[in-house]
């Protein structure tokens, strides 16, 4: 074993996809890219971390709903150029070519290239961690995105596809929720 930097910490516990979250007030749609998520219970909520550093961020807040879309890994330069432009300046969906679709829930939009979207309403948000606790209200996906392999951020601009699956529900069948 040999010791590196503490801060290398979170590049080896890294809980989920990196994701487009999209958000709209008014007329007035963005997406931005998040790479810290997790599912926190059975009952659909998720939590991603966001704060003021994003442009997206007091809409989110004030709408209190979004679409949290799950990119595949084909799309890892337009996620990571999704996250370094503002859409303060910028027409997001116009520079990286996205198609908006309209969500049932919410007003902000679903993300045709991707692989799901998760239509999601705020239900917390823990300030000191910039935790946004959401709450799934519609899920739907696209079979016709031919790349179903999940982008994964280690925080240091290295990134890792999910590759070989591994199906063991059998196995876990008694502690699974129904529906799941």
Same mark, same amino acid.
């Given at each position: 074993?040999? %010791?590196?930097?503490?801060?290398? #910490?979170? *590049?080896?516990?890294?809980?989920? @996809?990196? =994701?487009?979250?999209? *958000?709209?007030?008014?007329?007035?749609? /963005? =997406?931005? $890219?998040?790479?810290? $998520?997790?599912?926190?219970?059975?009952?659909?909520?998720?939590?991603? *971390? #966001?704060?003021?550093? /994003? +442009?997206?961020?007091?809409?989110?807040?004030? *709408?209190?709903?979004?679409?949290?879309?799950? !990119? @595949?890994?084909?799309?890892?330069?337009?996620?990571?150029?999704?996250?370094?432009?503002?859409?303060?300046? $910028?027409?997001?969906?116009?520079?990286?070519?996205?198609? !908006?679709? !309209?969500?049932?829930?919410? #007003? #902000? @939009?679903?993300? %045709?290239?991707?692989?799901?979207?998760?239509?999601?309403?705020?239900?917390? +948000?823990?300030?000191? +961690?910039?935790?946004? =606790?959401?709450?799934?209200?519609?899920?739907?996906? /696209?079979?016709?995105? %031919?790349?179903?392999?999940?982008?994964?951020?280690?925080?240091?601009?290295?990134?890792?596809?999910?590759?070989?699956?591994? /199906?063991?529900?059998?196995?876990?069948?008694?502690?699974?929720? !129904?529906?799941?």
């Amino acid at each position: 074993m040999q %010791e590196v930097a503490v801060e290398k #910490a979170l *590049t080896f516990i890294e809980p989920g @996809p990196v =994701v487009l979250v999209t *958000t709209a007030e008014g007329a007035k749609q /963005n =997406v931005m $890219t998040i790479s810290w $998520t997790m599912a926190i219970d059975f009952a659909q909520h998720i939590v991603l *971390t #966001a704060g003021g550093w /994003n +442009y997206s961020f007091d809409a989110l807040m004030r *709408t209190k709903e979004c679409c949290v879309c799950i !990119p @595949p890994a084909s799309m890892a330069k337009t996620v990571v150029g999704i996250g370094m432009v503002s859409g303060a300046d $910028t027409d997001k969906f116009e520079k990286f070519h996205l198609h !908006p679709l !309209p969500a049932q829930q919410v #007003a #902000a @939009p679903l993300l %045709e290239e991707c692989i799901a979207c998760l239509e999601c309403k705020v239900v917390d +948000y823990v300030e000191p +961690y910039g935790f946004v =606790v959401l709450q799934a209200v519609r899920v739907v996906i /696209n079979e016709e995105v %031919e790349d179903r392999r999940l982008l994964h951020a280690v925080g240091d601009g290295i990134f890792f596809a999910d590759g070989e699956k591994f /199906n063991l529900r059998q196995d876990m069948l008694e502690k699974l929720p !129904p529906r799941l």
